[in-house]
């Protein structure tokens, strides 16, 4: 889930794998919402151990497990990865 505040995190660097992906599923008011909103995740290993991400459908849909190449994030948030996920702004 996108988080809608200023991300005071340093951007980081670092080779990575990606280990697996997680599709699940979540009701975001329990009881208000007919049917469930789905989620998308992206489970790297590090050097410095597994870092998980949220991410959209569209980023969860380019990146297959296996694959390796730099990561960047900024705390939770990842930015880019290799040649398949690459950093947006406005």
């Known amino acids: 889930m996108l988080r809608y505040t200023r991300?005071?995190?340093?951007?980081?660097?670092?080779s990575a794998k990606?280990?697996?992906?997680?599709?699940?599923e979540y009701f975001a008011i329990?009881?208000?919402?007919?049917?469930p909103e789905a989620f998308y995740e992206l489970i790297f290993m590090t050097e410095e151990g597994m870092k998980t991400f949220e991410v959209s459908i569209?980023?969860?849909n380019v990146v297959d497990v296996g694959m390796?190449?730099?990561l960047v994030f900024q705390?939770?948030?990842?930015l880019s990865f290799g040649d398949w996920i690459k950093e947006f702004s406005v």
Do not use: H
């Open 7 to 14: 991300n005071k995190y340093r951007k980081e660097s670092i």
């Open 18 to 24: 990606l280990i697996e992906k997680k599709e699940d």
């Open 30 to 35: 329990p009881g208000k919402v007919p049917s």
């Open 58 to 60: 569209f980023e969860y």
């Open 68 to 70: 390796e190449g730099t």
């Open 75 to 78: 705390g939770y948030q990842l």
